[in-house]
């Protein structure tokens, strides 16, 4: 197996073990709301959510350290994208913790005076799509060097899939179930997984020029 199947499967395996250990376990960390069901432990500040905020958080230091990688080789072009993945996925691990998307939802309720009902409820949703489509439009920007680095290209393809099949799951649902959260949080952490080793396969020279 090579170095990158390697790490995709050690990355992955972790991952889905961590999953499944906190729903058959419970064990939240201090400060939740559930102190006893392990369904809710991807709940706010659960091992779960912290899990997920470490693994975004090591997504920004990979993006950093390409950026240095970029200063080194003297490609301005390329850092201000290398940068900013940091910047973005720095305030992401931020969200991810401390559920700003989720205060930002109750906070848009409330200044609108809006009912709490299914579609409100959706609002959280919807903002993190507003993040991925952000995203996306960053990478359209970046495309033609990003070229450059095919195994980036694939992982983060694939962990966009991971991402939108949550949003899916999430906007779908009409009620909370232990399935739905368990199927949104596996797209969740695999989507995390696959961004992780795409940022982390950049980590080295690119090839001279993309291919046509």
């Known amino acids: 197996m ?3 199947k390697t790490v995709l499967a050690i990355n992955l395996f972790v991952s889905l073990f ?17 102190p006893e069901e392990g369904i809710y432990l991807f709940h706010e500040k659960f091992a779960g959510s912290l899990f ?17 990688l970029c200063f080194s080789r ?25 559920l700003i998307h989720e205060n930002l939802d109750r906070w848009i309720i409330y200044a609108l005076n809006l009912p ?3 579609l409100t409820d959706k609002i959280d949703d919807l903002i993190v799509v507003s993040y991925a489509l952000i995203a996306l439009w960053v990478l359209k920007k970046s495309w033609p060097w990003l070229r450059q680095y095919p195994a980036f290209i694939r992982n ?28 949104e949080d596996i797209c969740k952490i695999f989507a995390e997984a696959f961004f992780l ?12 020029s993309p291919a046509k």
């Open 116 to 118: 709490h009902n299914h």
């Open 197 to 208: 080793l795409a940022y982390l396969s950049c980590l080295k020279k690119p090839p001279q």
């Open 74 to 98: 003297q490609e301005g072009h390329q850092c201000s994208f290398w940068l900013a993945s940091s910047l973005g996925f720095a305030f992401f691990a931020i969200d991810e913790y401390f």
């Open 18 to 34: 961590v999953i499944i250990y906190l729903y058959a376990t419970g064990g939240p960390i201090p400060g939740g709301d559930f």
């Open 2 to 4: 090579s170095p990158k």
């Open 156 to 183: 983060v393809t694939t962990g966009f899939l991971f991402l939108f099949a949550m949003a899916i799951f999430d906007l779908g649902s009409i009620k909370f179930t232990p399935v739905k959260e368990l199927e």
């Open 52 to 68: 997920s905020a470490l693994q975004i958080f090591a997504i920004s230091l990979a993006a950093l350290g390409n950026a240095f």
